[in-house]
């Protein structure tokens, strides 16, 4: 947060540099550009800290990364302990009308309730605790049973006196049960092993590809806006280079006029002056288009404002090479290990493995286990029956196997879809590894090549400002003319751009050396993993 102040306060401080352009004093060197007054000195760690908090492409790669965490802790739920509570009552019964056989039950209520507590387990099954209890009111047909016993005796003259006057029985009967259980469902077959927790692990490697692509993101913007700000560098070293070039010409013109009116050259001379000075007025004024419009592209890279288009980025940096050498051999094997495009197909191949063991693990039969044990106890009231259950009063055991299989070929064909995914990201990789490997060797190549560019840019650099004092002084002494001086000048201003093109295709050579070998990151300081949380 505080780079991120300090950069905010640099970039938009009132205390700017007056923009770089020929002096207003003369009409004809008037070419400054429609917009940009002022040029804001920037360094690359400001650049890259920029990107960091404020590029678009990287905010949308992190959000992307935060879904897939996300979802890859929502996917635990599958194997989290569940706690579960369900009560009930339940009431049938026979209609008074309705005649019902002797000690028949004419009505139940049962009042239930019970508590469990239960996940699904790593190897495809589930195992579910359960407590309980049931209260139930039972009522039978005791009394129009009696009711019939005592008109056939009083017929008959059975039951009279004193023997017969014993308690009838009663006609509603209560009970109350608990129980204890333990439930075990297993498959044996299809759903048996790591393919239960399929979801969990493919979930993890979307998130570990989604961290990889979020490094990737920060890699490809990072190469993209630093290029950039070479190529900016470039384009301001090349301003600098076109108004040297006019000031150049002006010098010659005014030697040219002294000449003129010493009448050692002739007033052709003088136009012949003029023509090259508007060519590179021209120039300069292309030049400083093309300033403003890769200072604007490296905003919008960066995600900083784009209002400010009366202000435009210049380069900090030194516009130098540094000493850096790089062996080939040593930055193939670092590509080859840290690379983040190779290591995004090797997660995504991971992935494959687990479609694979899936869609394998379905062309199984289904043979599933199911084994519960309940240990109950039984009382007039909840007390009793809640004691009954250490003094075992009753147990309940099950024990069931189901079998189920398909006869279509379906899920052969899902597992060849699986390993024909699995094939193509092989080749992928393969191919990608290829690319990659090429690209390195070329980088490494243009690394060199650029510092030798450099070192002989320099040297014609040196001979071509040597070879422009000369001609000048032999076109004061007359023994040239003013083509063969212009000429000169050209020669030199071409050594220039060439030495300044030079210099910053060494640093983007490094940058995409960088980038491939996976260091670019490292390189910056920047570190754009999610940090462990306990």
């Not at 923009?19 to 917009?35: I, K, L, M, T």
């Amino acid at each position: 947060m505080k780079s991120r102040i300090i950069f905010s306060a640099v970039l938009f401080a009132a205390v700017t540099t007056a923009y770089a352009q020929p002096s207003a004093d003369d009409d004809d060197a008037d070419v400054g550009g429609p917009e940009a007054k002022n040029a804001l000195p920037i360094q690359i760690n400001e650049v890259v800290t920029a990107i960091i908090n404020l590029s678009p492409d990287l905010a949308r790669a992190r959000t992307d990364r935060t879904i897939a965490k996300l979802t890859a802790e929502a996917e635990r739920k599958n194997q989290a302990w569940v706690v579960s509570a369900n009560a009930g009552f339940n009431q049938n019964g026979i209609a008074d009308h309705v005649e019902a056989p002797p000690y028949s039950v004419v009505e139940q209520d049962t009042l239930s309730g019970t508590l469990g507590l239960g996940r699904n387990l790593p190897t495809g099954g589930s195992i579910q605790f359960e407590t309980g209890i049931q209260h139930q009111h039972t009522e039978y047909n005791v009394y129009s049973t009696l009711q019939g016993l005592t008109s056939s005796n009083a017929t008959t003259g059975a039951g009279s006196g004193s023997g017969s006057g014993s308690t009838p029985p009663s006609e509603d009967a209560y009970q109350i049960t608990s129980h204890v259980q333990l439930q075990i469902k297993q498959p044996l077959a299809r759903g048996f092993g790591d393919v239960a927790v399929a979801n969990e692990k493919k979930a993890d490697l979307v998130a570990t590809e989604a961290t990889v692509k979020v490094q990737l993101a920060a890699e490809d913007t990072l190469k993209e806006a630093l290029t950039d700000y070479w190529e900016l560098a470039y384009s301001n070293r090349e301003l600098d280079i076109r108004f040297q070039a006019i000031d150049l010409a002006k010098k010659q013109m005014k030697i040219t006029h002294d000449q003129a009116r010493a009448g050692t050259v002739s007033s052709t001379a003088i136009d012949q002056v003029k023509s090259d000075l508007y060519e590179r007025e021209a120039a300069f004024e292309k030049s400083q288009i093309e300033v403003e419009s890769k200072s604007m592209e490296l905003r919008r890279k960066a995600g900083l404002d784009l209002q400010k288009r009366e202000t435009v980025l210049k380069p900090a940096e030194a516009y130098d090479i540094g000493d850096d050498e790089f062996d080939i051999t040593e930055v193939l094997q670092r590509a080859k290990t840290t690379n983040r495009k190779l290591a995004t197909l090797v997660v995504q191949q991971r992935e494959a493995d687990v479609d694979i063991d899936v869609a394998a693990n379905a062309m199984r039969p289904q043979v599933d286990l199911t084994a519960t044990g309940a240990i109950l106890g039984i009382g007039d009231t909840a007390g009793d029956s809640v004691g009954g259950i250490g003094n075992g009063d009753g147990y309940q055991l099950s024990l069931g196997l189901s079998v189920q299989w398909e006869v279509s070929s379906a899920a052969r064909k899902g597992r060849d879809a699986a390993q024909a995914k699995k094939k193509r990201l092989s080749i992928d990789l393969e191919d990608t590894s290829r690319q990659i490997e090429t690209q390195t060797v070329l980088a490494v190549k243009q690394v060199s090549a650029s510092r030798r560019r450099v070192d002989l840019s320099r040297k014609a650099e040196a001979v071509s400002d040597t070879n422009v004092r000369s001609e000048k002084e032999l076109f004061i002494a007359g023994r040239t003319t003013n083509y063969n001086v212009m000429q000169r000048q050209d020669s030199l201003i071409t050594a220039r751009l060439n030495l300044a093109r030079a210099i910053a295709d060494y640093h983007i050579a490094v940058i995409q050396l960088q980038y491939l070998s996976g260091t670019l990151l490292d390189q910056y300081g920047v570190d754009v993993k999610p940090h462990a949380r306990r």
